[in-house]
């Protein structure tokens, strides 16, 4: 682990008291199903948070278990998707839920191997179904958590993308506190979505900027922008 220690516990304590006074309401913090929260995550893969909501609530009256998930037809499927596009994400739901009710007895798995076999899963949405279902210590890293990593640990956006992801995963795991995967985890989506920002970091009120190695940043944050580099799969 190459980030100072003090530097990482500094990170978790004030991003966590951070955390418990302005963390979003959100309806998929509100369950610990795997079902909702695999759906809400597969919303997100490529649809901002504001145009989930109304959506996320409607496929669940729809399809509210893995059951009739699995039973739905495409053209109805695509109906209560619309208009969220990248319409192969219901399709890929489906596969799932029907997956789930012929390897895991209408479950869906609480491992890596179980998850990362599912179709359209990815090492982000494995990770998020681990640590905000099941509350286990997975890392995260989507483009708000990869940004804030970046800055605050000051490593260099550039070079190749590998080695950089790797650096990424590696420290998104080092920094969740033993059984707090799920609080860091949130924590660091909102702070990224909130104040760490891609175009305005609030550097000036920032609660991390004692430690933060980008500090300040200018306004719109274009030395270590990483606003388009990592998405969610
Ligand atoms: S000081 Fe600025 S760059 Fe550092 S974590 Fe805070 S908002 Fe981000």
């Not at 990593?149 to 590696?170: A, D, E, I, N, T």
């Amino acid at each position: 682990m190459m980030a100072a220690s003090s530097a990482l516990r500094a990170f978790q304590r004030r991003l966590l008291a951070w955390y418990r006074v302005h963390q979003r309401k959100l309806p998929w913090r509100e369950t610990r199903d795997p079902y909702k929260i695999l759906v809400s995550e597969v919303m997100l893969q490529q649809t901002q948070v504001d145009r989930v909501l109304p959506k996320y609530h409607e496929f669940l009256r729809r399809y509210p278990t893995i059951e009739e998930l699995a039973r739905a037809r495409t053209t109805e499927l695509r109906r209560v998707w619309y208009p969220l596009g990248y319409n192969i994400r219901p399709i890929r739901l489906r596969r799932i839920a029907q997956r789930a009710l012929r390897d895991h007895g209408g479950q869906i798995p609480d491992s890596y191997d179980g998850l990362l076999a599912m179709d359209g899963v990815g090492r982000y949405t494995a990770g998020a179904v681990l640590s905000f279902a099941f509350e286990k210590d997975a890392p995260i890293v989507d483009t708000n958590v990869a940004r804030l990593l970046l800055r605050y640990f000051g490593l260099k956006s550039q070079g190749s993308k590998g080695p950089l992801q790797r650096r990424l995963w590696q420290l998104a795991e080092a920094v969740i506190p033993t059984g707090k995967g799920y609080a860091i985890n949130q924590a660091m989506m909102d702070f990224g979505a909130m104040v760490c920002t891609a175009r305005a970091p609030r550097c000036p009120t920032c609660t991390l900027r004692k430690t933060c190695r980008s500090y300040p940043l200018t306004r719109n944050g274009h030395t270590t922008n990483y606003s388009r580099r990592t998405r969610r799969h």
